[in-house]
């Protein structure tokens, strides 16, 4: 049972251009979401979050939307970089419960940035 | 960059042997996890502690078990490694935030075992 589905194994994209990953999820306790962007050979490393008392986080060039009613969340990377190819993972987090340091990740979206 | 090592860094073993990983932290944060990836499958956690003596099962804790006798410790031993257990290994770490309780998690640079 896949709580957290990232449905784009791979994204393809020109070096300036929007990069937009999506994630969906389908436990409607979650109430804190990550994004986590992993190179090879290098652990995940944390990029951005967004709770859900809010529908935008913005950091940079990096923005995350959250559509509580639709269960969906997107990273939106603009202008994209080559060094920005990697490995985007979404997580998801349930705050009550006495749970709340668990993670739960996609499966994850592989992002090429072509120069 | 966090203060946390993984040891090996690598690992080739043989089926029924037992192997241990270690992770170890200088940041002194409470909260410490082990995941493994593999292709198609993503991050699944394996398990966590939430303080010394203090560890609980994740996704998929078959076969694994964990120590941490001390904050800055944490230990995966496969008791009788199997193929199906070789992957990437990633331990974690995090903290508490705003009473929040969660934080975001920092990573090692992981132990890519190989079970023959």
């Known amino acids: 049972d896949q709580q957290v589905k990232q449905n784009s194994p791979s994204l393809s994209v020109q070096e300036g251009r929007i990069s937009i990953l999506n994630c969906d999820y389908t436990n409607s306790m979650f109430d804190y979401f990550l994004w986590y962007k992993k190179y090879p050979a290098e652990g995940p490393t944390f990029l951005i979050s967004i709770s859900s008392i809010k529908d935008k986080n913005e950091d940079g060039r990096f923005t995350v939307f959250l559509n509580k009613s639709a269960k969906h969340l997107s990273l939106h990377i603009v202008p994209s970089q080559p060094g920005d190819s990697a490995v985007y993972f979404c997580a998801a987090v349930d705050l009550s419960g006495g749970s709340n340091y668990k993670l739960t990740f996609g499966k994850g979206t592989l992002l090429t940035v072509n120069p | 960059d966090a203060g946390i090592t993984q040891s090996p860094r690598h690992k080739v073993t043989e089926t029924g042997t037992p192997v241990t990983l270690r992770c170890h932290q200088t940041?002194?944060?409470?909260?410490m996890y082990w995941y493994r990836q593999d292709p198609g499958h993503g991050l699944r956690l394996i398990h966590y502690s939430y303080g010394v003596k203090d560890t609980d099962k994740g996704e998929v804790s078959d076969g694994y078990s964990v120590s941490r006798s001390k904050t800055e410790d944490f230990l995966l031993t496969l008791e009788s490694a199997t193929s199906s257990q070789t992957s990437v290994y990633f331990c974690a770490i995090s903290d508490e935030v705003g009473g929040l309780g969660v934080d975001e998690q920092y990573f090692g640079p992981g132990t890519r075992l190989t079970v023959t």
């Open positions: 940041e002194n944060h409470r909260y």
